[in-house]
């Protein structure tokens, strides 16, 4: 069974960075997501990377200030945030899908959660 478990996040003014980490414990072979979910709103798609070939995939609303990437030999999935706006302000959730890379948008494609971690951009 996998385990998630984010970090890197916290308190930021609005045009900083962050580099939000996702350490994937157990079976590592999955295709990786970021969400974000602040209050009173849907659980939102930033990015996903596919577990074979590393391809990519951004949300219009972060491409150009967001990066996904992974490193396999550390189990860990990145997320790199530039710019930041006080809209960022949310808590980041990384997420696992087993098996072939499909529908990597919707967060209902996503087997394993981790807890989350807040970020916060003051302006």
């Known amino acids: 069974q996998v385990q998630l478990v984010e970090s890197g996040g916290g308190l930021v003014q609005a045009g900083g960075s962050l580099r939000l980490s996702c350490a994937v414990s157990?079976?590592?072979?999955?295709?990786m997501g970021w969400f974000r979910q602040a209050p009173g709103n849907e659980r939102e798609f930033l990015a996903s990377?596919?577990?074979?070939?590393?391809?990519?995939v951004h949300a219009d609303s972060v491409k150009g200030r967001f990066t996904i990437s992974r490193d396999n030999a550390k189990n860990t999935v990145y997320l790199q945030m530039n710019s930041l706006k006080p809209e960022d302000t949310a808590v980041y959730y990384c997420?696992?899908?087993?098996?072939?890379?499909?529908?990597?948008?919707?967060?209902?494609?996503?087997?394993?959660w981790g807890q989350g971690t807040q970020v916060t951009v003051s302006s």
């Open positions: 157990g079976r590592t072979r999955y295709n």
């Open positions: 997420a696992a899908q087993r098996g072939s890379p499909r529908d990597l948008r919707s967060r209902f494609s996503y087997e394993t």
């Open positions: 990377i596919s577990w074979g070939l590393s391809i990519a």
